[in-house]
Nanobody, 126 residues
Framework: QVQLVESGGGLVQAGGSLRLSCAAS????????MGWFRQAPGTEREIVAA????????YYADSVKGRFTVSRDNSKNTVYLQMNRLKPEDTAVYYC???????????????????WGQGTQVTVSP
């Protein structure tokens, strides 16, 4: 069983920044591919960013490229999402997810992820 706990969400004005953190339980965090997803009311949960187990591979949705940065610290069992130049359309609940038995060096699809956090609300005001 892997537990994921997100933190760092909140209310910010457009153009501002937030840094989300996701702390994971488990002794083998360094073997997990990790992802950040978001879900706004009435929409499907979508991938925002992903990072492979080694940290060398990353993926970003087109909508966040150049503004968001995903990183991880395997010594702290934590993955981060630095969000800059936030827009009102970034408003959503953000979830981190873990693929604990990856078949590739990075995971993208919702179905690849085995464990999910409870989510943290990010609200960007105009």
């Amino acid at each position: 069983q892997v537990q994921l706990v997100e933190s760092g969400g909140g209310l910010v004005q457009a153009g501002g920044s937030l840094r989300l953190s996701c702390a994971a339980s488990g002794r083998t965090f360094s073997t997990y591919n990790m992802g950040w997803f978001r879900q706004a009311p009435g929409t499907e949960r979508e991938i925002v960013a992903a990072i492979g187990w080694s940290g060398t591979r990353t993926y970003y949705a087109d909508s966040v490229k150049g503004r968001f940065t995903v990183s991880r610290d395997n010594s702290k069992n934590t993955v981060y999402l630095q969000m800059n130049r936030l827009k009102p359309e970034d408003t959503a609940v953000y979830y981190c997810a873990a693929d604990i038995a990856p078949s590739a060096t990075i995971s993208y699809a919702r179905t690849e992820f085995d464990y999910w956090g409870q989510g943290t609300q990010v609200t960007v005001s105009p």
